[in-house]
């Protein structure tokens, strides 16, 4: 059984859609709604067509391989991709300084921050009076610790986040190849670079402003190159800074655990479940307590009350991001939040069982069988999983979105790899 030769063009007029639906498409006047579909859509036909390809191995050159013309090339663009970055963040962080009159995030973390280097570590989450009146704060520890230095160093805090988006693109281009496919290597570097300028330049989503975001684009980015690697020591670790950043995940795990379950890989199993508890406890009892994460994990329920407050008071979050929260209305914020957590668990879990039950099905027919169907599960999962989320997300704030998009592309860059 051959895979079609149209393949990688099909993925990648795929993964154009996505990336257009959360960029410059989003500046058609009322289009966002229309979006969400097309950016949902375009998430999971990413996900179905990576299990038609090769299993996605990550590349491990050697020392010698790393003197070649091409990655010459590489650390140019890099350095260029530095500077530009360098460039407009500075612009935009004297545009829209720290303050919660732009974005609440950042002040949070700060406080939060302050807090921890001051050794008052029972006392991180406890309400901040000068902040709306009494905040709550409810980041989790992988969102704010990364920041703690520059805090301690007095200098702009943001730059950590950049630092997480500058891993993502550079890791892009270490993995582009662009002889590969002659024009479909063309378009592949052209979508991101148009991602690059939107989220640098034009700064719509408030990535480089007032967000937090860049940390977690980092920490999904090395899960899809832990998963790429087969290291499950890595991909522990990543799991682990992925959740303790944003609970995006937490429908994805269990499919995973179930996957590496089904395939009785148990030394990976093992090794994973042992590395996230570890970090677990590195990470978040040791800093800030148990009783701590019991306040955190009922945070959830309270989500549906915060969302109807956002519909009061900015109900243009919900018409300028491809979310379907806008479809619900602000009278049906308790359906969609029952739909947001039943398919995040659901949807991956199925997607395991089905995705594996096709792939031996697949396997054996085809003599040899070439699709890495099985191989890419976990990934493909989730791509599912990230989509299902941010796309049931009760609140959708734009800037949430592109953790998902980041995703896609090193997920894109390394399938068109494998074609090679």
Not at 66 to 79: C, P
């Amino acid at each position: 059984m051959n895979r079609p030769k149209n393949l990688p063009a099909a993925l990648l007029a795929t993964f154009a859609v996505e990336t257009l639906s959360v960029t410059w498409f989003l500046k058609i006047p009322g289009g966002a709604p229309f979006l969400s579909i097309l950016f949902f859509a375009s998430g999971i036909g990413i996900a179905c067509l990576t299990l038609s390809f090769p299993a996605i191995r990550l590349p491990m050159p050697g020392k010698k391989s790393w003197n070649t013309h091409t990655n010459h090339y590489r650390l140019v663009v890099a350095g260029l991709v530095i500077l530009a970055a360098w460039s407009w963040c500075r612009y935009w962080f004297e545009e829209m300084p720290i303050d919660i009159t732009n974005a609440d995030m950042l002040p949070i973390i700060k406080v939060m921050g302050e807090r921890f280097i001051a050794g008052r570590h029972s006392h991180i989450y406890d309400n901040i009076p000068w902040i709306w009146h009494g905040t709550q704060p409810i980041y989790l520890p992988a969102m704010w610790l990364p920041y703690v230095p520059a805090i301690a160093m007095g200098i702009d805090m943001r730059w950590i986040a950049i630092a997480g988006l500058l891993l993502a693109f550079i890791t892009f281009l270490f993995l582009y190849r662009p002889n590969a496919h002659h024009y479909l290597s063309f378009f592949l570097g052209a979508i991101a670079f148009v991602l690059f300028w939107w989220i640098v330049a034009d700064n719509t989503p408030g990535i480089v402003s007032v967000a937090e975001e860049g940390t977690v684009i980092g920490y999904y980015v090395l899960l899809v190159l832990a998963l790429a690697s087969g290291r499950p020591w890595l991909t522990g670790i990543a799991i682990s800074l992925c959740m303790l950043s944003r609970y995006a995940l937490v429908g994805w795990i269990p499919a995973y655990l179930l996957y590496l379950i089904l395939e009785k890989r148990w030394r990976h199993l093992f090794s994973i479940t042992l590395t996230g508890a570890l970090c677990f406890v590195l990470l978040f009892l040791l800093p800030v307590g148990w009783a701590t994460f019991l306040r955190l994990a009922r945070l959830p329920g309270d989500y549906i009350a915060f969302a109807g407050r956002v519909w009061k008071d900015s109900p243009e979050v919900f018409s300028t991001a491809p979310g379907f929260a806008w479809f619900f209305g602000p009278d049906h914020v308790k359906q969609l939040h029952l739909l947001l957590v039943t398919l995040t668990f659901a949807v991956p879990m199925l997607f395991i069982i089905v995705g594996r039950r096709i792939a031996l099905r697949t396997a054996r027919l085809s003599t040899p069988s070439p699709i890495g169907a099985s191989a890419n599960l976990p990934l493909a999962a989730l791509k599912v999983s990230l989509v299902i989320f941010f796309c049931f997300i009760d609140v959708p704030y734009l800037y949430l979105f592109y953790t998902s998009s980041f995703v896609s592309l090193i997920i894109v860059t390394l399938l068109l790899r494998e074609q090679e």
